[in-house]
T-cell receptor, first 114, second 110 residues
Framework: NAGVTQTPKFQVLKTGQSMTLQCAQDMNHNSMYWYRQDPGMGLRLIYYSASEGTTDKGEVPNGYNVSRLNKREFSLRLESAAPSQTSVYFC?????????????FGSGTRLTVV | GENVEQHPSTLSVQEGDSAVIKCTYSDSASNYFPWYKQELGKRPQLIIDIRSNVGEKKDQRIAVTLNKTAKHFSLHITETQPEDSAVYFCAASPSNDMRFGAGTRLTVKP
């Protein structure tokens, strides 16, 4: 039981390059989330998927797109990376149905855009 | 959307003392309030949570209190130990997502 798995763990991109961050969970959770973490700013929500087949914008969606491929997988895509997107990205999942529950986080992806 | 403010941003205590971290939220629809601990270079991990129909919850040395009227909630750690040193995040969840405070870096000095 791996929990939430993120790949890659580290990535360096040049400005303008694109990439996809992968996230998969094996806990049969319904909801999945992408956050970015910057020093002194906590965790900010980029996009979330409350259930398979749905996605919604969070606090900071500009410059990102997401795909809920199936119940297990939720990917985050940067179409044209910018230095402002240098951050640590965390994927999370939750069993949430009618009530809120705590999140299980992946180990994070440290992304540097130069 | 929900806005969560967290204080203090840094907190230093002596081993054995108590530590208190406070958060306020803006959305009265928020009904779930978890706390996460993040050690350096690691992922955030849930340590305790409270729902809006409960005023206080304890788990060994950790307790959380909630004042719905004032829209604030607090984390209390008693008998602190060096391994409690980490960044702590509060969060509030009104519906389908969760918003986090900016974090408190707790240092417990031996």
């Amino acid at each position: 039981n791996a929990g939430v798995t993120q790949t890659p763990k580290f990535q360096v991109l040049k400005t303008g390059q694109s990439m996809t961050l992968q996230c998969a969970q094996d806990m049969n959770h319904n909801s999945m989330y992408w956050y970015r973490q910057d020093p002194g700013m906590g965790l900010r929500l980029i996009y979330y998927s409350a259930s398979e087949g749905t996605t919604d914008k969070g606090e900071v969606p500009n410059g990102y797109n997401v795909s809920r491929l199936n119940k297990r997988e939720f990917s985050l895509r940067l179409e044209s990376a910018a230095p402002s997107q240098t951050s640590v990205y965390f994927c999370a999942s939750s069993v949430k149905r009618t009530a809120n529950y705590g999140y299980t986080f992946g180990s994070g992806t440290r992304l540097t855009v130069v | 959307g929900e806005n969560v403010e967290q204080h203090p941003s840094t907190l230093s205590v002596q081993e054995g003392d108590s530590a208190v971290i406070k958060c306020t939220y803006s959305d009265s629809a928020s009904n779930y309030f978890p706390w996460y601990k993040q050690e350096l270079g690691k992922r955030p991990q849930l340590i305790i949570d409270i729902r809006s129909n409960v005023g206080e919850k304890k788990d060994q040395r950790i307790a959380v209190t909630l004042n719905k009227t004032a829209k604030h909630f607090s984390l209390h750690i008693t008998e602190t130990q060096p391994e409690d040193s980490a960044v702590y995040f509060c969060a509030a969840s009104p519906s389908n997502d969760m918003r986090f405070g900016a974090g408190t870096r707790l240092t417990v000095k031996p």
